[in-house]
């Protein structure tokens, strides 16, 4: 996995157009910048790194250019040069741009940090999952990466409001089932009045009686 550090530097040299570091390369910035904790730089070592980098590779592509001797396979018949079967080769486009998952996964969470977004580390291998590994143009890359995202955070919606709905579908069968029971409770507190009530009725017809034979 990598370190705070080594994902920071990335990310800054890939937006001044630099990449193609090792991870040796990494950590010899690091030595050079005496930066011990990999997991908390400091933003001065941060910015000492990709200047040392952005050097290095200016090193690398400063070499003295040799000129090349052309020379052809002329044939016996008609002096045109061949080209061997092996030499044919498709060009790849140049200014081509390739990551590795860990890059693209240092993109995402940069670009979601930069918005105000903190992005678990299973969140972030679900985005870079449907991001391709290579860009014609780093317009296309960060197209790419933003509709991951805004596609996440549909996704992230939707789910939260089908828990919500969820929730609200328990709640009212919580309270339709209270009100079963309270009105269940009621009748029977009802039937229990009436009976009463008849009971009450029934005493006072028989008590009319008894007087009303005493007086006669």
């Given at each position: 996995?990598?370190?705070?550090?080594?994902?920071?530097?990335?990310?800054?040299?890939?937006?001044?157009?630099?990449?193609?570091?090792?991870?040796?390369?990494?950590?010899?910035?690091?030595?050079?910048?005496?930066?011990?904790?990999?997991d908390?730089?400091?933003?001065d070592?941060?910015s000492?790194?990709?200047?040392?980098l952005?050097?290095?590779?200016?090193?690398?592509?400063?070499?003295?250019?040799?000129?090349?001797?052309?020379?052809?396979?002329?044939?016996?018949?008609?002096?045109?040069?061949?080209?061997?079967?092996?030499?044919?080769?498709?060009?790849?486009?140049?200014?081509?741009?390739?990551?590795?998952?860990?890059?693209?996964?240092?993109?995402?969470?940069?670009?979601?940090?930069?918005?105000?977004?903190?992005?678990?580390a299973?969140?972030?291998?679900?985005?870079?999952?449907?991001?391709?590994?290579?860009?014609?143009?780093?317009?296309?890359?960060?197209?790419?990466?933003?509709?991951?995202?805004?596609?996440?955070?549909?996704?992230?919606?939707?789910?939260?409001?089908?828990?919500?709905?969820?929730?609200?579908?328990?709640?009212?069968?919580?309270?339709?089932?209270?009100?079963?029971?309270?009105?269940?409770?009621?009748?029977?507190?009802?039937?229990?009045?009436?009976?009463?009530?008849?009971?009450?009725?029934?005493?006072?017809?028989?008590?009319?009686?008894?007087?009303?034979?005493?007086?006669?």
């Open positions: 996995m990598s370190d705070k550090f080594t994902n920071n530097v990335r990310a800054r040299l890939y937006k001044q157009g630099y990449q193609g570091f090792t991870k040796d390369d990494y950590t010899s910035a690091a030595i050079a910048v005496e930066c011990d904790d990999l908390n730089p400091t933003k070592q941060l000492q790194a990709v200047d040392y952005r050097e290095k590779a200016s090193n690398r592509l400063s070499v003295t250019d040799e000129p090349v001797e052309e020379t052809f396979l002329v044939g016996a018949d008609d002096g045109e040069p061949e080209v061997e079967s092996n030499q044919l080769t498709v060009a790849e486009p140049e200014n081509q741009i390739v990551l590795t998952d860990l890059e693209k996964q240092a993109l995402v969470r940069d670009i979601a940090q930069g918005a105000g977004i903190e992005l678990k299973a969140d972030v291998k679900q985005i870079t999952v449907s991001i391709a590994s290579t860009f014609a143009s780093r317009k296309e890359l960060n197209e790419a990466i933003f509709n991951a995202l805004v596609h996440f955070a549909r996704e992230f919606k939707n789910q939260e409001v089908s828990k919500i709905r969820r929730k609200a579908d328990e709640i009212r069968q919580t309270l339709a089932e209270m009100d079963d029971v309270a009105g269940s409770e009621l009748t029977q507190i009802k039937q229990a009045m009436e009976a009463t009530a008849l009971d009450y009725k029934s005493q006072f017809a028989d008590l009319a009686l008894s007087f009303a034979g005493i007086i006669d």
